[in-house]
């Protein structure tokens, strides 16, 4: 297997908000039936992104791509995450790939999904 995928999450001690966010994960790796797809999460719980991606080169990987499901670009996706990314890099330089994925954004389809929220609420 050459490539593995790292969802990243905010992270947090509630437990609905941890169902979501594996929920979330579950359909992605359904979406990419063959790859390893780990989860990874911000500050010191567990698994961080350093855990997640050297689990991933350990079963040999050779390309990791890093995809935060983070909806804007917060201090975490402009400067933590970035700077975690490269001292990966430099953990792997010249045996492992790391791509960091675009954020969720202003996407339609997350309007798209927000305005059928409020027609339920109406």
Request: proline share 4%; aromatic share 6%; charged share 25%.
């Amino acid at each position: 297997m050459e490539a593995g995928i790292v969802v990243l999450g905010h992270g947090s001690r509630k437990g609905e908000a941890k169902e979501g966010f594996y929920r979330v994960v579950e359909m992605v790796r359904q979406s990419f039936p063959g790859l390893m797809v780990e989860t990874a999460f911000m500050g010191n719980r567990h698994p961080n992104l350093e855990e997640a991606i050297a689990k991933l080169v350990a079963s040999g990987i050779k390309k990791v791509v890093v995809a935060p499901l983070f909806l804007f670009s917060g201090v975490h996706v402009t400067e933590d995450i970035p700077g975690e990314l490269e001292q990966e890099r430099a953990r792997y330089e010249g045996r492992v790939s790391i791509v960091y994925a675009g954020i969720l954004g202003d996407d339609p389809r997350i309007a798209q999904v927000l305005s059928e929220r409020i027609r339920e609420a109406m």
